[in-house]
């Protein structure tokens, strides 16, 4: 178990530290032997220019076998059956036996005879339904690879290697867009010098707007933060199209909120003015997003899709907006107004806008990729902490329950016959008791994490799970509660008994972070068929540092109990479909917001 863990750690570590992509690759390779036991591996990648499969690299073979595997280069357009499963199918396959396994074609049975194989396991990299490529693990044993622990760990370092090859591939894409768009500047600057009159004026323009697209691809390639190379592109695009106004939105995924607004051209005092209100993305901007093409106008209040403007916003009238897309896939818009020194926007600028809300594409791709590989880096880890913390339930439960009833049925004896005038005595048999309910509470916590009880999903009533939840929790005088849940929020889909116990945890976190008093209020809302769950508090607030950790198992900032509470809470949460996230600030209180399927989506799902 605590090598299983090293290595999880080690995949986090290698595709976080920045290196060049066959340094990474090399190192995720030699990290199945170390994870699986299965003691060969090689990497073969697609590669769509050459329509070919390639090793890119290998573990635990000899020289010789590194180099006939690496001359092996199949071809794209007459996959083998265990190469089409993987890399269209999307499937991990095993061979129990390559002498006998008749899906294998001979040049791949001698291959595999290069590896000293007598079981292959195959487990395919992929990224949104593509295969890039696949892990070939080599057993000299038969069988002995088709362990389910031996898969599932590969395909974790799998999915990794899948994350950071497309990102790579991104980058590299923008810096080739940079590198060609410089020359393309050079070669441009140039002409212009033999150049006269309106033609270097038109030429001018041109040099202008590649300057800007090697801007943006610099901004791209050199920046981590997101909001900083977006609002780059906004600055950028801007000032070479001639817009009094720029803005970027970027949209949550599956929602229709922005996520990310970016402006430019808007001064302080008419953003202050506007009180924070971000484009809705009805009307014209909402057109952008469901059509997926640009829109260009002469005078947008003349559309009649327009929707107006909201109180105190400044007038506008020529338009220029594009889609932000990469892949088929929608991430927001990007959009114009008030072109200066012309009534309109040209097809000039529309081009080249479209080309700006590309770069922006590959900004925003690539910052998801990141967010994906760190989520999914995070899972792994905590998957094998759960393991851990199972392991130790069951002992902790055998080794401790038993002596525990001993001495708390012993604590009752000599409470019955302790003269009650004796107060000292009493005082410290009350402690025992307390340390004992302590201890106990601390292995049912134990046990209740580490168990994996089925959900039984039944429509429940938010207000009244809520209701129910406060009458079964002791409030101190000192809190005031507020419910403002209303009783005609929509049903959820939820298992009443878990959920009324994570609530309960989150309701007695917020009471104990108010030791003097304070406000506990439950909120809830509803948006786009979600249920939305708040409950606050005005206590101490939990400092910055920890914000990233306190869902952690085993992570605790009190002085007893082992930190399982807010684990738990996330691992039901996630269970039932939902998430939960916490908003805080030292010294004025904490929030905790669940983001959980209504009722009627589960029920959607199940006859779709």
């Known amino acids: 178990m605590e090598q299983k863990v090293k290595v999880l750690q080690r995949v986090a570590q290698t595709v976080g530290n920045g290196r060049n ?19 060969r591996c090689t990497l ?22 590194v180099q006939a595997m ?39 049975r001698e291959q595999f005879g290069c590896m000293e194989a007598c079981s292959i396991l195959g487990v395919p990299l992929r990224i949104r339904d593509q295969g890039l490529g696949y892990f070939a693990l080599a057993s000299p044993h038969r069988p002995h690879v088709s362990s389910g622990g031996a898969l599932s760990l590969a395909e974790i370092i799998a999915s990794q290697a899948a994350l950071v090859i497309d990102r790579a591939r ?19 600057a140039s002409r212009m010098e033999k150049c006269q009159g309106a033609q270097s004026t038109a030429q001018d323009r041109r040099v202008r707007a590649l300057h800007a697209l090697v801007e943006a691809g610099i901004a791209i390639t050199s920046e981590l933060s997101l909001d900083k190379v977006l609002q780059r592109i906004v600055d950028v695009a801007r000032g070479v199209l001639h817009a009094r106004y720029a803005a970027l939105g970027v949209v949550a995924e599956g929602k229709a909120h922005l996520e990310r607004f970016l402006f430019a051209g808007m001064d302080a005092e008419t953003v202050e003015r506007l009180g924070g209100h971000l484009p809705e993305g ?29 109180p105190h916003h400044p007038p506008m009238r020529s338009f220029l907006g594009v889609p932000i897309i990469s892949r088929g896939r929608i991430f927001g818009r990007l959009y114009f107004t008030e072109k200066e020194g012309a009534e309109e926007f040209s097809e000039e600028d529309e081009s080249l806008a479209f080309s700006l809300a590309s770069q922006a594409a590959v900004a925003i ?62 005082r410290n048999l009350d402690v025992i008791r307390r340390e004992i309910q302590l201890a106990t509470h601390i292995i049912e916590d134990l046990l209740n994490f580490s168990r994996i009880r089925p959900l039984q999903m039944v429509p429940v009533e938010a207000a009244t799970l809520v209701r129910d939840t406060l009458s079964r929790q002791p409030i101190p005088e000192n ?52 249920a939305i769950l708040r409950v606050s508090d005005t206590g101490i607030g939990i400092a910055p540092e920890n914000l990233g950790r306190i869902f952690e198992p085993l992570f605790t900032t009190k002085s007893r109990g082992v930190g399982l509470g807010l684990a738990f809470v996330r691992r039901v949460v996630e269970a ?33």
């Not at 220019?49 to 390639?54: D, G, K, T």
């Not at 690299?57 to 000899?62: C, E, N, T, V």
């Not at 009307?283 to 997926?292: D, H, K, R, V």
């Not at 401790?400 to 302790?418: Q, T």
Request: hydrophobic share 40%.
């Open 21 to 39: 992509l066959h340094e990474v690759l090399q190192e995720l390779t030699d990290m199945i032997p170390q994870a699986t036991g299965v003691p």
């Open 44 to 65: 073969f990648l697609v590669n769509r220019e050459r329509r070919e499969l390639a090793m890119a690299a290998s573990a635990g073979l000899s020289p010789d076998a």
């Open 70 to 108: 690496g001359k092996w280069r199949p071809s794209l357009d007459t996959l083998t059956c265990i190469q089409h499963e993987m890399l269209i199918g999307g499937h991990a396959v095993t061979v129990e036996d390559v002498a006998t396994d008749p899906r294998l074609v001979p040049e791949e």
């Open 170 to 188: 991104a980058w590299e894409e923008a810096h080739k867009a940079s590198a060609e768009l410089a020359r393309l500047q050079e070669r441009q």
């Open 282 to 310: 009805h009307g014209i901007l909402g057109a952008l997003l469901t059509e997926g093409r640009p829109l260009r106008l002469r005078d947008l209040t003349q559309d009649p899709r327009s929707v107006g403007f909201p």
């Open 365 to 426: 791709e690539n910052a998801y990729l990141f967010q994906e590989l760190q989520e999914q880096q995070d899972r792994l880890i905590r998957a094998e902490r759960l393991s851990a913390i199972g392991a130790l339930a069951a002992t902790v439960s055998h080794e401790l329950r038993n002596p525990l009833s001993v001495i708390n049925n012993a604590v009752f004896f000599l409470n019955a016959k302790v003269p009650r005038e004796d107060l000292r005595i009493a």
């Open 479 to 530: 809190v005031q509660v507020e419910n403002q849940v209303p009783s005609d929020m929509p049903s959820l889909a939820a298992d009443p008994e878990q959920m009324l116990q994570i609530l309960g945890n989150l309701i007695e976190n917020a009471v104990q972070a108010m030791p003097e008093g304070g406000t506990l209020r439950l909120e809830g809302t509803t948006e786009s068929q979600r």
């Open 576 to 608: 039932h479909g939902g998430h939960i996230h916490v908003e805080s600030e030292p010294g004025k209180g904490t929030a905790f917001v669940l983001d959980l399927p209504t009722a009627e989506v589960e029920c959607l799902q199940a006859h779709g």
